[in-house]
């Protein structure tokens, strides 16, 4: 799917620090934390929220009243003449907002202007009670809608672990391998962290203030990325496998997360206003999706690149900077060896392998992070590619000049 009228305002997109599972957002409503991080960045960079004309949320965890997450959004910013879309596509999700957005910008002529917000708390998910009147005695079925959706695909008929097994045992993928490019995912990310982390702080709201239920007392701050796992070549090497005979340690994969991000999409004109920089321009190029076959996640992020790099007719040497969502080391591993990219030459300043996965909002922090290197380099196209749920796979195409 290519875009040719498609920008985002530089600066016009923001993301909380993430906190692993059961940490300081455990206790957050996901949709109200939203949309007061959102207040909070629009006034600071002095975007009145009537400069929307939609709201586009995504979230893959349902929370209280999440049945009205987008118009709800709305209001709770302070535009409730608006709305839109509530977009669900497990780890895709931010990829998918992204493409629907562009393409009703491009629909209309690029007169559009679009925020599109992503939240997520894997904390704390919901038990679901589904009636079942032919059950004995007319008991229903549950489900734990975090933990066993985590744990088994119904159609592949298993878990996200499994798959990236699958694709290690295949393409022979062996866990020293998935060691150093974890350790090398962790050192890209602490290499910012030795001057404060300046490159996280330019998208960041931090501090940020949790509060109790009630509101009124602030019962923690967060003012980075919480729960991230101190990492060595020693004690990686020391971590088994999860499965017995297999090559996954708990050390390689990612962790449940909760946060949220933000980004504005619209035409030039209107991108340029809100823009904290004029002389920056971020255009969004392509969108595409992919699913490899059943039981072989870790393999879908490569298809869905080429099909974003073809329709934005491009090539991945065309790239100044690549994005993936890694869930597993085995992910950057095989992406590395499709492309013949060197591990070092992507997901520089971090990556969901480190900072953790809330799910809907973990590609847009990635997207994020792209623009921004891109600018640091100054200018060019970036690509960010990841898997998602049921062996599918979104990818984003970008250009900052």
Known sequence: MKFEKTYVPYGGYWSTPFARWQGSLAQQHPIKLAAEVAAR?????????EAFDGLFFGTTVPSPQSFYAAPWTAALIGNPNITGPTVMQACATSARLIGQCAGEVDGAAGERCLL?????????????????????????VTEDWVWDNFQYDPHAGVGPLVTAENVAAQEGIGKEEQDEVTLLRHEQYMADRGDGGSFQRRYLVAPLEVKDPSGRRVIATLDDDEGITPTSAEGLARLRPVREGGTVSYGTQTHPADGNCAIILTGRDQARRLSRDESVEVQVLSFGQSRSR???????PVPAARSALEAAGLGIGD???VKTHNPFAVNDVYFSRSFDLAP?????????LVFGHPQGPTGMRLVIELIEELVDRGGGYGLFSGCAAGDTGAAVVLKVS
């Open 319 to 321: 790239m100044a900077a």
């Open 116 to 140: 599109g917000i992503a939240a997520d708390r894997t904390s704390n998910g919901p038990h679901i009670y589904y009636p079942d009147a032919t059950g004995p005695g007319g008991r229903g």
């Open 294 to 300: 059943a039981g072989f996640m870790p393999l879908a």
């Open 41 to 49: 960045a629009l006034a600071d960079r002095e975007i009145p929220s």
């Open 344 to 352: 070092e030459a992507f997901n520089n300043h971090g990556s969901s």
